[in-house]
């Protein structure tokens, strides 16, 4: 499985209408699609496609042909990501009608060509399972720790200065494991 780094978008043009593919982390897809809908007011259709991992490790799936003949713009965008085994990713293609209708077959090969032109540029990383732990260690380890973190590839989400320093860490379950075996005798897992 693999998922797209950063937005990012390509125009198709078919028969002088405008299909432009916005490929993006699924963590940006609410935010995006409601921004192009504010930024597009004359666009005809806003079609969707997501694949996301839920926190049971279950691939969630969704398409919307929004206003497109049913099975014509959606699920040929979803199979498209779907081939390409795109995981925490969502494809958005805003669609400017051109004056003439592409048919049924038209727009199935007009959308899964958007979302494989935008596919063509995008930046891909394997998709890498994530941790997320709390620990707990003293003023005194500070510089340490952050190094550890460093070393081994883990972020650092916050940090909180009480009695003691609270870290939230992720990072991939190798590389915790890693840095937990490094730093044991100092830290305490929340």
Do not use: W
Not at 34 to 42: A, S
Not at 63 to 91: F, H, R, Y
């Amino acid at each position: 499985m693999q998922e797209v780094k950063d937005t990012i978008t390509k125009t198709l043009e078919v028969k002088q209408s405008k299909f432009i593919a916005y490929l993006t982390p699924y963590s940006n897809y609410n935010k995006l699609l409601t921004r192009l809908k504010l930024e597009n007011p004359k666009a005809r259709h806003f079609v969707v496609a997501y694949r996301y991992l839920n926190e049971f490790s279950q691939i969630v799936e969704h398409s919307s042909d929004d206003g497109e003949p049913k099975g014509t713009s959606g699920k040929p965008s979803l199979m498209v990501m779907q081939g390409n085994d795109l995981i925490n990713t969502a494809v958005i293609i805003v669609r400017y009608f051109g004056g003439t209708k592409l048919g049924t077959g038209g727009l199935v090969r007009a959308y899964s060509d958007a979302v494989n032109l935008v596919l063509q540029s995008a930046i891909l990383k394997p998709y890498v399972k994530e941790k997320e732990i709390t620990i707990k260690i003293n003023y005194t380890d500070v510089r340490m720790i952050d190094y550890e973190c460093e070393l081994n590839k883990i972020e650092v989400y916050n940090k909180v200065f009480d009695n003691d320093v609270s870290y939230l860490l992720r990072g991939s379950e190798s590389n915790i494991n890693s840095f937990l075996k490094r730093v044991n005798r100092i830290v305490k897992v929340v």
